[in-house]
Each structure stands twice: as structure tokens, then as C-alpha cells.
């Protein structure tokens, strides 16, 4: 009973801290600010999904998962402030009512039982559909990026919640993996080369890569200058993974590479 309490008690405390966190109204978010805190926010999902395997693997003690639960607190607080700087309060309305109704029936438990835990781990589920819904319904990428964001942590929270509670991932692994999929295929970054500017010369190879994102156009080269390269040169992937850093699509690709060498 006494590490049951203390699931209770921790638990509060990351649905509090992560939850408080995506109802945020923050400012607009720049290109600059957008490459800020994505590491810690994909610590999130990889803490979580690491505890989903583990219990996958084998049962995990009271202990064990009481220090799980502490790791992941500790790592919702390192996210906070890049959470609140990615999440665009308008295009997550419909979302954010219902989630900020989860928030505030937290705080009035005097303790957290499984049965509640188990409660909530279900509307935890409920918003993160709804996130994803609502992505695939706004039109600007740059709502959809700042979802893709809301999306990625609603999920991992969802998962690590299931998981404390003893509920089945059967069924949400599987929408889980869609989502991140729906993220990764509506933001991926479109590379297109053109002709470099520089003047012609039979030893020069310039090429310049605009590669589109939600947050506007990043631009890299190929450049030789008599058989030797001073930019570049850069594949499709490497391009990809420059242009999206920063992005939720970052996060929802490191995840679903987890996801495939996991086996989910």
C-alpha cells in the first residue's frame, strides 16, 4: 500500500507539471526560437517509451517503477519552458479546454488510486487524439508544427500513464504510431535544388538546396571549387534532418525509429 501511495503522489505530480505546461498561452514562436529545447522535449518521449519496454519486457516492481516515475518528472521539468515556446494557444482551442479540465480535477484528489489512475490515463488518451485531429484539420504548417509538439508530448505522457497504471497498450501503440507518422509526413522538409549564382566556370560546381519548412525556407549548397568540396556535399537525409531540426517532425522521426527498432 505505501508504494502504492507513493505511485499516487508522484503521478500527481507529473500530470500537473506536464499538463499545466500545454495549456500555456505563449507568444508567437520565431525561427530562431524554434531550434531551441527540442532535446529536452524528445527526453520525454524516450524516458517514456524506455519504461514502456521495460515493462514490455518483463514486470517491474513497485520500486523500480517509483524511480521510473521520479526520472520522468524530473525530465518533464528540464521540457517545460520549450514546451510552453512551441504550443500556439489558437490553433489548439478545441484541445485545450479539454485538457485544461483534466489539470484542474488533478489537484482535488487527495490521493491518486489506480482507479483514477486509470481514468486518467484514458482522457490523457482522449486529448491526445483530439491534438491529432485538430492537426490534420488546421491549414498552417506553422499551427501544425506547434501541434506536432503538443501531439509528441500528450502521447509520451499517455503512454507513460498506461503503463503506471497497468492499462493495455494494445490498441493506443498502434494510434500512437500514427500519429508520429501523420507528423512526420505532413512536415517532412522539401528539398529542391537550383543552379548555383556563382560565375561560370568549368572547375565550379555550385548548387544551392532550398529546402521548405514550417517556419520558412532554409537554404544550403554543394559547392567544388577545382575538385575540392568547401560546402557539402549533402544527401536527401542530411538535408532533411539540417532542415528539420528545431521541428516537432524532428521528434516525431527520432520516435518512430524507436518504435521500429523496438519492434512496435
Known sequence: MRARLLRGVVWRGITAAVLAVMVAVPAAVTPAQATVGV???????VKAFSLFLQARDGDLTEQQLFEALQEFVAVVGEAEDAIMAHLDALASAPWVGAAEHAILEVPTLPVLTEDTLQDYALEVALHARQAR???DAVDSEVEADHLGFAIYSLYSV???ARVAAG????TYMPNYREAMQAIVDRLRPRCVPSE??????????HVVWTCSTPHGNR?????????EWKEGPWTQPALEAAAGAGTSWELATDQLQ???DGGV
Open 39 to 45: 532535446d529536452a522535449i524528445k527526453k520525454i518521449g
Open 133 to 135: 485531429r485538430v492537426f
Open 158 to 160: 499517455g503512454l507513460e
Open 167 to 170: 492499462i493495455g497498450t494494445s
Open 196 to 205: 548555383g549564382d556563382m560565375d561560370w566556370h568549368p572547375s565550379i560546381y
Open 219 to 227: 537554404v544550403y549548397q554543394d559547392r567544388q571549387e577545382f575538385g
Open 258 to 260: 524507436r518504435m521500429t
